[in-house]
């Protein structure tokens, strides 16, 4: 499957990756609604870790035996078995952060939804769970630090 | 006539199924059956206190949706008529409590744990006291919960539900039910609430958190009686002699393995099922995921179940693999405990060994701060548990390194006083850990050619 | 004491399109944003700002421009504000000022006084998209006669060394340490896939660019630095830099503090020590000097590759250049007074050289009227702005030109003119560990790639209206220039006629 991957040696510590995030995964999809009107505020799924020094983006790394997957009480988290993506069903997810328990890179938080505070993560920019789109992520980099490239595995 | 299926499997939960999906990806032929007594199609067992709680809804707590099991012709039996009463391993046979004998060629037992009942007087023969394990439970719970708050509102005084037992499934049901009745009072036996995931510290940190929000636990404390009128528990003689009244009883003390049919089978029993690395039990065929297996503890090697969810998952993988001869069928060696819960706004997280025997090879470090309270466990230069009480950020981290047993020394210090981060790693194991499957033909710069 | 100096920019921040995500501030080495969330928005330390750009370019939202600082001059077109900003400045540090990039000032631009020639009907024009075009070129010197065994089609006596470029433009000298090793290395990057050469610059080839060697031109300057048998036999070409367009008559001092660990190997000095070239070469006081240096670096390399000598404009350029011929230079190359540095004294910069028009027609005509023109090649630099600036520049004599401005500018650069601060908010002249990494070679490579590729084919199309298909056709073809504005004397030393005759 095609992943993203960051890499520390172009990571400059701007987030421009979060903010686009954040934009895309916003109702209106337009950056100053996002920021500053819409309620819940859009999350971002990808976090910069790090300083001007030294930083890399974060994000889901899809894998093939997802311990969230593993962990999830709910069946909200599951991984599409040909895309190989990841991804949470805010329908089902409860909240109980047995997901971020399990990440082992932290590309999972809870966060305020509709009703309840529920999971989010990178869906990898799909207009439906499981299939994957474009990642906004990647296009928003100005330094190719994210790079979205198929990998040697599933 | 009998039924005959190529693989049997008993229960209907995390395990069965998760050994199920396995059984698929290896065998598109096979027929499988999964028996189960509860009625119900597959459902997140610890969903029943959100669903109390309006997180989650009767149409989503369903694992799979119906077509899941059309499309990998899972053949389903359930209700008690499908429990199996009997297995007779050196026949391949599974007798039902219906009358009907299953004939299969290999079965797995994932029948998950029952409630133990706690032998406090007048508790057996109550109507209104309710375990807190399956969904037949919780409506049930819910039911007595409504009519005990529209009773007490007729009669002026407030709503009141006991709660025996404090740990992960008495709280839970404690926080449900809150919703509903006026008090909610847990009594815990144990000098301090949840006992097997918290230490004394962060157990008095979120007491008085849940005291706040509603819930009274009183730890050191249960019921040395249950009163009993007209078949109906009406109040609990407390171990301080103070009596109690009560609406409906809780009883949450504890779970056991499910495993009677097997050890009347003549399966070797420690605390659970002993099985091999292949999660085979010492029955010809017949393998055992979930609750009812005993694991070894990778942090204290000691033996019992580890009735997780996560733990049930992986199992039924492997024993599904097993079971269907996958070429490269992975093993199950060890596990240790890790645990997510949230009681209203509050997250618990904690991992493997949390209260150290204090024989000197074990240092911890804890920290309060304001409403968190976190706690690290060592041994050996090595993380071997921890508490992370309200500080839940990218907590999977910690437990990682203590899956991977990542001596400490090689990480930032920092990562022990905020949230972790993969930046505290040392930059070979952290491109490691994060660029895996990483495309060969680019170097780490991502160029596609050296330079 | 009271900072007298008042600042040159102000950021307009849209507060409507703000969204306070504080891009701005990561990107900034100038410490010029501030979020601040005490009063819930994004401040600005106009002061600091040098107008680099790169937070407009960066901001999520465009809700970033940088205007000029609104405060008025004295209203005296002598005592203009900047004037008497420069004294406010060294009334208050004594010291020189310090610039960078190209002379700003207004003097002519000769390139938009020379207009290009068009076929129309008495001579056919041609398509390059359908006809052959020649780009590629040669440099080095030439025999005066080919000797051909017509039998075996074979040359009888080999030629002298050259260079192929196959595209009339190379990167100018730009060394490791005035610009950053990302930069150098796009650079080099680059060069290998439009077949041209990168410039080293007097700061050594670092070993990372070792397997670019082969589209370097390695220099020689008066500090020497870098210089070892292995630097000169690895080149492609060497250049002698005796002067430089932007501050003819200076050396250079690259302070002690930026002679980090890899400059310093890369220059084979100690770590830390000042990197001192000397104005002149301490060497060459003739040009029979300059001789014995073009030939000990040629016996250094066995007569394998051209030797380079480059000048800055200036007065007797041309007989300059003359001696530089009959001193065994290959190539010859000429830098204009707008070409860039990375830190040059102001003064020096707006003050001192002449434009490269001039010179190079100067060059090229005196060495025609000596009949050496054929023996060496001549390469135009100073502010080649555009594919039409290097068609004027061939059209005018040269062989080639030496670009670095624009390719800087097609890394990012925004010609603030704050390089010598060491801060570079686009990597280029910096070597902040954490600004350099904001250029990915990969990337900046192929914007490079991109700008020449565009550039080639507008200088194909160019070529193809007048009926040209080959730039060696072109080279001093004079008559396909015509100029306007300009005066007798002007037209006389561009040697072209005015437009209309």
């Known amino acids: 499957m095609k992943r993203i991957y960051a890499l520390e040696e172009w990571c400059i510590d701007c987030k421009r990756c979060e903010v686009a995030c954040k934009v895309f995964h916003s109702k209106s999809k337009d950056p100053v609604k996002a920021f500053l009107y819409e309620q819940p505020k859009p999350r971002n799924r990808v976090r910069v870790e790090g300083n001007r020094t030294l930083s890399i983006a974060i994000n889901c790394r899809h894998c093939p035996t997802a311990k969230c997957v593993e962990g999830c009480i709910s069946g909200a988290m599951t991984r599409n078995p040909e895309t190989g993506v990841v991804t949470s069903n805010p329908e089902k997810c409860v909240g109980c952060r047995t997901c971020v328990s399990m990440c082992p890179f932290g590309a999972v938080t809870i966060e305020e939804g509709p009703t309840h505070p529920i999971a989010f993560k990178c869906d990898l920019c799909g207009d439906e769970l499981g299939v994957p789109g474009s990642p906004s992520c990647v296009a928003a980099c100005p330094n190719r630090a994210l790079i979205y490239v198929e990998s040697e595995g599933n | 006539m009998a039924i005959t299926t190529d693989y049997l499997i008993i229960g209907n939960s995390a395990a069965g199924l998760s050994a199920a999906e396995a059984i698929r990806k290896t065998d598109c032929e096979g027929s499988v059956l999964i028996v189960s007594r509860e009625p119900y199609s597959a459902y997140g067992r610890p969903l029943i206190s959100y669903l109390l709680e309006g997180k989650t809804t009767l149409d989503e707590i369903w694992l799979k949706p119906e077509e899941y099991y059309e499309e990998n012709r899972l053949q389903r039996m359930l209700g008690p008529d499908f429990e199996v009463v009997q297995l007779l391993p050196e026949e391949h046979r599974a007798l039902l409590a219906g009358g009907e004998a299953v004939e299969y060629g290999r079965c797995l037992l994932a029948a998950g744990s029952v409630p133990f009942v706690p032998p406090i007087e007048g508790l057996a023969e109550a109507s209104n006291v309710f375990p807190f394990l399956t969904l037949d439970h919780a409506l049930a719970a819910q039911e007595a919960a409504r009519e005990a708050a529209a009773l007490a509102a007729v009669e002026g005084r407030p709503s009141r539900c006991v709660v025996i037992g404090a740990g992960l499934i008495g709280l839970k049901a404690a926080e449900a039910l809150c919703g509903y009745v006026d008090e909610v009072v847990v009594l815990e036996m144990a000098p301090r609430i949840l006992p097997a995931v918290l230490d004394q510290e962060g157990a008095d940190v979120l007491r008085q958190q849940l005291a706040q929000r509603g819930i009274t636990c009183l730890p050191g404390i249960t019921a040395q009686k249950v009163v009993v009128e007209e078949g109906c528990a009406t109040a609990c003689l407390l171990t301080t002699d103070e009596l109690l009244p009560c609406d409906f009883i809780v009883a949450a003390v504890g779970v056991r393995p499910n495993s009677a049919l097997a050890v009347d089978a003549g399966a070797v029993q420690g605390r659970g099922l002993v099985c091999d690395s292949q999660l085979r039990t010492s029955l010809p065929d017949v393998w055992a995921a979930g609750d009812l297996v005993q694991v070894t503890d990778a942090i204290d090697g000691s033996k019992r179940p580890l009735a997780l969810w996560p733990v049930a998952m992986a199992q039924g993988a492997v024993a599904g693999a097993s079971m269907a001869g996958a070429a490269e069928a992975p093993s199950y060696e060890s596990a240790f405990a890790v645990n997510a819960v949230d009681f209203f706004d509050i997250s618990l997280l904690t991992a493997g060994c949390i209260n150290p025997p204090e024989d000197g090879s074990f240092t911890a470090v804890t920290e309060v701060d304001g409403d968190s309270y976190v706690k690290f466990v060592f041994r050996d230069g090595l993380l071997v548990g921890y508490i992370l009480l309200n500080r839940p950020a990218c907590g999977g981290i910690y437990t990682a390194i203590i899956e991977n047993a990542i001596p400490v020394d090689q990480l930032d210090p920092a990562i022990f006083s905020a949230a972790p981060e993969n930046l505290d790693f040392p930059p070979a194991l952290r491109w490691a850990r994060l660029h895996k499957f990483y495309p060969a033909d680019r170097d780490r710069r991502g160029w596609k050619e050296g330079c | ?501």
């Open chain 3, 1 to 501: 004491m009271l900072d007298y100096v008042l600042p040159r920019y102000r950021v307009m921040r849209d507060k409507d399109l703000c969204i306070q995500c504080g891009v701005c501030e990561r990107s900034c080495s100038n410490e010029v944003h501030h979020v601040d969330e005490e009063l819930g928005r994004v401040t600005a330390n106009n002061a600091a700002c040098v107008n680099c750009q790169r937070c407009v370019v960066m901001c999520p939202t465009q809700a970033l421009a940088i205007t000029r600082w609104p405060q008025v001059d004295s209203g005296s077109s002598n005592w203009t504000l900047e004037t008497m900003q420069d004294i406010a400045k060294q009334a208050q540090t004594g010291a020189v000022l310090l610039s960078s990039m190209g002379n700003p000032k207004p003097y002519p631009i000769y390139w938009d006084h020379l207009l290009l020639n068009a076929s129309q009907v008495t001579n056919p024009s041609i398509d390059p998209l359908r006809e052959p075009m020649e780009t590629r070129v040669f440099l080095g010197s030439r025999p005066e006669i080919l000797k051909v065994n017509e039998r075996d089609e074979k040359l009888s006596a080999p030629l002298p060394p050259q260079i192929r470029l196959d595209v009339p433009l190379m990167f100018s000298a730009m060394s490791f340490g005035s610009i950053s090793l990302n930069a150098q290395k796009a650079l080099a990057m680059a060069a290998r896939e439009l077949g041209t050469f990168f410039n080293t610059g007097e700061g050594g080839l670092h070993r990372d660019l070792e397997r670019y060697a082969d589209c370097a031109i390695v220099q020689v300057a008066s500090g020497r630095f870098g210089v070892d048998p292995h630097y000169l036999g690895a080149a492609g070409a060497i250049e002698i830099k005796i002067g430089q367009g932007a501050k003819p008559g200076i050396g250079g001092h690259l302070p002690g503090e930026k002679i980090s660990e890899e400059v310093s190997r890369t220059r084979m000095i100690p770590q830390g020590t000042d990197a001192i070239s000397p104005a002149p070469h301490h060497d060459i006081y003739s040009i029979e000097d300059l001789r014995q240096l073009v030939f000990s670096l040629k016996e250094a390399t066995g007569y394998s590759k051209p030797v380079a000598v480059k000048v800055a404009a200036v007065h007797n350029v041309a007989a300059i250049a003359s001696g530089m011929a009959r001193a065994g230079a290959d190539i010859i190359v000429i830098d204009g007074f707008r070409g860039g540095t990375g830190a040059a004294p102001k003064r020096i910069r707006d003050n001192v050289g002449i434009p490269i028009e001039l010179a190079l027609a100067a060059v090229d005509q005196r060495l025609r009227d000596e009949s050496i023109r054929s023996t060496v090649s001549l390469v135009a630099a100073g502010s080649i702005r555009s594919s039409a600036d290097i068609v004027r520049a061939i059209a005018l004599g040269a062989d080639a030109v030496y670009c670095a401005s624009a390719p800087l500018i097609a890394l990012g650069c925004h010609q603030c003119q704050d390089c010598s601060s060491g801060k570079c908010n686009w990597g280029i002249a910096t070597q902040r560990s954490d600004l350099v990494r904001r250029l990915n070679p990969e990337i900046a490579a192929e914007r490079v790639v991109n700008l020449v590729h565009g550039w080639t084919h507008e200088i194909k199309e160019m070529m193809g209206g007048m009926g040209i298909n080959a730039v060696d056709s072109l080279r001093g073809n004079r008559l396909m220039l015509r100029g306007v504005g300009l005066n007798e004397k002007e037209l006389e030393i561009l040697g072209v006629k005015y437009a209309g005759e």
